[in-house]
C-alpha cells in the first residue's frame, strides 16, 4: 500500500439504468491531498457514469447524505453511492429563479419610473410651495420688526429724557 493513499469500499446502485438496480461494491483509492474535482472525477470513473447526464449521491452507513470531503475527512467501512440521471426539472428551475430575478428588476425599474413622473409633476408645486414660504416667512419678520420699531419708539423718548438727566 502506497503512503497515504486511502482505499474506500463503495457500494454503488445505479438508479440511471433501472428502478431496481442491484448493488456492485467496487474501491476508490485517494489520496488525502487530492482536490475536490480530482476526487469527483475518480469517483465517476469507478461508478462507470457520466458527470454530464447523472448525479452521485453519497450517503454514510446509516444512510445519510455526505459530501465529497467526507470520503478523506471521515473514513468509514463503506460508502453508498446512488447514480441518478439529472432532473429535467432542476433545469427549468433555474430558468424559473432567472426569470423571477429579471420580473423584478423589471418592477423595480417600473416603480423608479413612476416616482420620477410623479416627481416631475410635482415641481411646479414645489417652486410655488417654496415661494409661499418665504413670502410667510418674510411677512413675520416684517411684523416683528414694526412691533420692535414702535416699542423702540415708544421707548426712546424716555432713554433720551434718562441719559440728559445723568449727564
Known amino acids: 500500500m502506497e503512503s497515504g493513499k486511502i482505499s474506500i469500499k463503495l457500494k454503488i446502485k445505479r438508479y440511471d439504468l433501472s428502478d431496481a438496480p ?3 461494491i467496487k474501491t476508490l483509492d485517494i489520496f488525502p491531498n487530492m482536490d ?3 476526487i469527483t472525477t475518480s ?3 469507478v461508478c462507470e457514469a457520466s458527470p454530464e447526464k447523472t448525479v452521485l449521491k453519497i450517503r454514510n452507513e446509516e ?3 455526505v459530501p465529497v470531503s467526507f ?3 471521515d473514513p468509514e467501512p463503506f460508502y453508498y453511492i446512488d447514480v441518478a440521471t439529472i432532473s429535467c426539472f ?3 428551475s433555474n430558468s424559473l429563479l432567472q426569470d423571477a430575478y429579471v420580473d423584478s428588476v423589471c418592477n423595480k425599474v417600473k416603480s423608479l419610473e413612476s416616482r420620477i413622473a410623479q416627481t416631475e409633476l410635482l415641481m411646479p408645486q414645489l417652486e410655488w410651495r417654496r415661494q409661499a414660504y418665504m413670502e410667510d416667512t418674510v411677512s413675520g419678520l416684517l411684523n416683528k420688526v414694526q412691533f420692535l420699531n414702535r ?3 415708544e421707548l426712546y423718548p424716555q432713554y433720551k429724557a ?3 438727566i445723568s449727564t
Do not use: C, M
Open 22 to 24: 442491484e448493488t456492485n
Open 43 to 45: 469517483l465517476f470513473k
Open 36 to 38: 475536490y474535482p480530482s
Open 151 to 153: 416699542r423702540f419708539d
Open 162 to 164: 434718562a441719559r440728559n
Open 63 to 65: 444512510g445519510f447524505l
Open 71 to 73: 470520503l478523506i475527512e
Open 90 to 92: 432542476g433545469q427549468s
